[in-house]
C-alpha cells in the first residue's frame, strides 16, 4: 500500500512593529476553501493517531512492551489427552458395530428365541359347560423351527374331550410338526370344568422347539385361569344349630334358580361324624318324587317331568339326582341323620357332585355344619313356621311358633316350667297370640303347670305341644342400625331351679331377615301433576277402549339382589299396549303367557328404587256392563337376596277399573263400566 507523504503547510504571519488594531484589522483573513482544507488536515490527524493507540495495544504484552510479531511460541498439548480422545472414538465406534450386529441377529426376523406361544379361554364359564383352549404358537423369524413338543398341564377339575390335532399320549402331550418361518398354528382343545363356584382352573404350558443349524432347544411357557362362575343353579342347605341324640334331626337340601345345568346328573354325598347312623334319610315330599331302585344311568332331560326331580340311591349315603333342568322352580329335599353316641367331632358335610363312568368324580359344591349335640330325656323342640332349621324372614311376616316336649327317659319330671326365648329388634309383642294361657314377659313365653296343667308332672313317655304366634314390624327408615336377625330357642327348669348346661334346651332357630324389597303398583287415568296420561271414556264405555298407564316402583336399601324381576299377569280381556319406559332392566310383553315381565337383574343397594310405566287398554263387551273390572291382579316382584341368599317375593294389591291410586279420577269415575 502507497504511503501517502504528508504536506506541510505553514502560514507565516509577518511581523509587525507595532500591534495596534488598525494593524491587525489590516490583517488578511483566511477564505471558506483554505478553512475546509485546515478541517480536513486536522481530521486526517485524529484518525492517524486513533490507529496508532489500538496498534499498540494489540502489540503489546502484558508489560506494556512490544511484541516481536516475526517470532511466534507454540505450547504443545499433552500426549495423553489425545491417547484418550482417540480411546473414545475407538471405543464408540466398537459399540456402534456391536449394537448394529446385535439388532441384525435378534432383531423380529432374526432372534429365534422370539417364538410367540398362548394360550387363551374363556374367562368365565359355568360348571359342566363346553368350552376350548386355543393353544396358538407364532414363528416371526426367518428361520424354520423343527422339534416342536407340547405338555399342557390341566386343571385338576378339568374333563378331557377332545383336541383338534390327537395328543401322542395321554391327552396333554403332542409332538408337532415343524413351523415354517412366519407361520402360526392354533391347536384347540375341548373339555369342561366341574368345579366350585368362583374357583380359578389355570391352565400351564410348556412348548420346546429346535431352530434350524442350531442343536441346543428353547422353550416357551404360557398359562390362564378359567373362574367357575355358577353352576347354572342355586344351591343351599338349610339346618338347625343344634342336634338332638337319639333323635332324627332335620337339613333341607335346596335348589332355586334354575337355569342352565350342565351337569346332568349328578350325585349327593355325605361325609358323617362317628357314631352317626349312616342310613341317612331322603323324606318324600309331593314336589318330586323318589326312585328306591339303585339305578345309575343318566337321567334324559327329555324324558323328566317338568314339575319334578327324581332321586335314586346309589348306595350307602349316596344319592343320584336327576331331571334338574329349567322350568322347575325352587326344589326341597329333606334330609334326616340320628346322632347315637356322643364324639369329639359333630362335622357333617353334604357334598354335590359329578360322576362320570371312569370312576373319577369331581365335587362342585359343598357345606359342612356342625350342629351343638344336645342330650337329654326331657327333648324340646322348637319350630318356626313349620320348621326347625335356620333360614330367612320376611318384614311383616306372621311368625308361627311350635314348642313341643318328649319325655323319653325312665323318670317323672314335676313342676315344669317351659319357656319361649325369641331375641329380635323386629318383634311386634304388641301382636302376640299365646295358646294354653302362656304368659309374655323379658322377650319370653313362659308356659307353668299354672297355665298349663300337664307339667304338674311329665311322666316317661308324655309328650304335648305348645302354640304362639306373633308378626314381624315392618322396616322403616329409622331402623337403618338395628339388628337384622332372629334367634329362637325353647328351654324348661324343674322346681323353679334352672338346669346347668344345655341338657335342657331345645333346637336353636337363627333366622335372617331379607331386605326391604317393596313393590308399589299403581294405575291412573291422571298423573300426579293432574295431567292426562290416559284416553278414552272415563267409566269405561261397552264397545269403546279406554287406555290407562300402569306405574312400576321397586324399592330396596338393606341387601343388594340378583335376578330381579317383576310380573304381572294380564286379565284376558286387558290388552297389552308397546308405550314403556323404565331406567333399569328391560321391559316386555310376553304373548304366549299374557304377561309383562319386567327383567331388573342385578339392584344393589346404591340404587334406592326403580321404576317402568306402560300402557294398558281396555273394550269392555257387553257382559261387562254395570261392573267393575279387574285391570291387574297384582304384580309380583321377586329378587333373590345376596346376603341371605333367600328368594324375596313381594306382591302388590289388585287394581281396579276404580283407579284406587288415581284421586283426579275418583271424583267423577265409579269404574262400574256402562
Not at 383338534?164 to 392354533?186: H, K, M, Y
Amino acid at each position: 500500500m502507497p504511503v501517502q507523504k504528508r504536506v506541510k503547510r505553514v502560514l507565516k504571519v509577518g511581523r509587525e512593529d507595532s500591534s495596534s488594531l488598525s494593524s491587525f484589522v489590516e490583517r488578511p483573513v483566511p477564505s471558506s476553501s483554505e478553512v475546509a482544507n485546515f478541517e480536513r488536515v486536522i481530521g486526517r490527524e485524529l484518525r492517524e493517531q486513533e490507529i496508532d493507540s489500538n496498534l499498540d495495544e494489540i502489540y503489546s504484552d502484558q508489560k506494556g512492551g512490544h511484541v516481536n510479531v516475526k517470532k511466534m511460541k507454540v505450547k504443545k498439548r499433552p500426549i495423553f489427552l489425545l491417547r484418550f480422545f482417540r480411546f473414545v472414538l475407538v471405543l464408540t465406534i466398537l459399540v456402534l458395530t456391536a449394537y448394529s450386529a446385535y439388532f441384525y441377529l435378534f432383531s423380529n426376523s432374526n432372534d429365534i428365541s422370539s417364538l410367540d406361544f398362548s394360550i387363551s379361554s374363556p374367562e368365565k364359564v359355568i360348571a359342566g359347560e363346553s368350552f376350548s383352549y386355543q393353544i396358538s404358537y407364532h414363528n416371526p423369524t426367518k428361520y424354520p423351527f423343527t422339534k416342536l413338543h407340547l405338555e399342557l398341564q390341566y386343571p385338576e377339575n378339568f374333563i378331557f374331550n377332545s383336541a383338534s390335532v390327537a395328543p401322542n399320549s395321554g391327552n396333554a402331550t403332542w409332538d408337532l410338526p415343524d413351523l415354517a418361518a412366519g407361520e402360526t398354528i392354533v391347536l384347540t382343545v375341548n373339555g369342561q370344568l366341574i368345579a366350585t363356584l368362583e374357583s380359578a382352573n389355570v391352565i400351564f404350558g410348556h412348548l420346546s422347539y429346535l431352530p434350524s443349524s442350531f442343536t441346543s432347544q428353547f422353550k416357551k411357557d404360557a398359562s390362564i385361569s378359567t373362574i367357575v362362575s355358577g353352576l347354572g343353579f342355586n344351591v343351599d342347605l338349610d339346618s338347625s344349630g343344634t342336634s338332638f341324640l337319639n333323635q332324627d334331626n332335620d337339613m333341607t337340601l335346596i335348589f332355586s334358580e334354575i337355569k342352565n345345568n350342565y351337569l346332568g346328573d349328578f350325585n349327593i354325598s355325605f361325609s358323617l361324624p362317628p357314631h352317626t347312623n349312616a342310613g341317612v334319610v331322603i323324606n318324600k315330599l309331593g314336589a318330586y318324587s323318589i326312585a328306591t331302585s339303585s339305578a345309575t344311568s343318566t337321567a334324559d332331560k327329555s324324558s323328566t317331568s317338568s314339575s319334578q326331580i327324581i332321586i335314586n340311591s346309589d348306595g350307602g349315603a349316596n344319592w343320584r339326582v336327576s331331571g334338574l333342568y329349567p322350568p322347575l322352580n325352587r326344589q326341597e329335599i329333606p334330609l334326616s341323620y340320628n346322632v347315637t353316641q356322643v364324639s369329639d367331632s359333630n362335622k357333617i358335610t353334604v357334598r354335590l357332585e359329578k360322576k362320570l363312568e371312569n370312576g373319577l368324580s369331581y365335587i362342585f359344591w359343598e357345606k359342612t355344619i356342625e350342629p351343638q349335640l344336645i342330650k337329654s330325656d326331657l327333648n324340646l323342640t322348637l319350630l318356626l313356621n313349620d320348621s326347625k332349621n335356620d333360614g330367612s324372614l320376611n318384614f311383616s311376616q306372621p311368625l308361627n311358633y311350635s314348642l313341643s316336649y318328649s319325655n323319653q327317659g325312665a323318670s317323672t319330671y314335676k313342676d315344669v316350667a317351659i319357656m319361649a326365648v325369641i331375641k329380635g329388634d323386629f318383634l311386634n309383642w304388641n301382636s302376640l297370640k299365646v295358646d294354653d294361657n302362656g304368659q309374655a314377659q323379658n322377650q319370653t313365653v313362659v308356659w307353668t303347670k299354672n297355665e298349663f296343667p300337664p307339667l304338674a308332672a311329665v311322666k316317661p313317655g308324655d309328650s304335648g305341644e305348645l302354640k304362639f304366634n306373633l308378626n314381624l314390624l315392618p322396616f322403616t327408615i329409622n331402623n337403618l342400625d338395628k339388628k337384622l336377625s332372629l334367634v329362637s330357642y325353647g328351654q324348661y327348669s324343674m322346681n323353679g331351679q334352672p338346669i346347668s348346661g344345655d341338657g335342657n334346651k331345645s333346637n336353636t332357630i337363627t333366622s335372617q331377615i331379607n331386605s326391604d324389597l317393596l313393590l308399589n303398583e299403581q294405575i291412573r287415568y291422571f298423573d300426579t301433576d293432574n295431567l292426562p296420561v290416559g284416553s278414552g271414556p272415563l267409566p269405561p264405555v261397552v264397545g269403546q277402549t279406554t287406555i290407562f298407564k300402569v306405574y312400576w316402583v321397586v324399592k330396596n336399601s338393606l341387601h343388594e339382589l340378583s335376578d330381579a324381576r317383576v310380573v304381572m299377569n294380564l286379565p284376558a280381556y286387558v290388552a297389552w299396549n308397546d308405550y314403556i319406559s323404565t331406567d333399569v332392566g328391560s321391559l316386555y310383553y310376553d304373548s304366549a303367557n299374557h304377561q309383562v315381565i319386567w327383567g331388573i337383574g342385578r339392584l344393589p343397594i346404591s340404587v334406592a328404587q326403580a321404576t317402568a310405566t306402560f300402557n294398558v287398554s281396555i273394550t269392555p263387551q257387553e257382559t261387562d256392563r254395570n261392573k267393575i273390572l279387574v285391570l291387574s291382579p297384582g304384580a309380583t316382584v321377586s329378587a333373590m337376596d345376596t346376603v341371605t341368599t333367600a328368594v324375596i317375593n313381594q306382591s302388590s294389591r289388585p287394581k281396579t277399573t276404580k283407579l284406587e291410586d288415581d284421586d283426579i279420577a275418583g271424583l267423577n269415575n265409579s269404574g262400574i263400566v256402562k
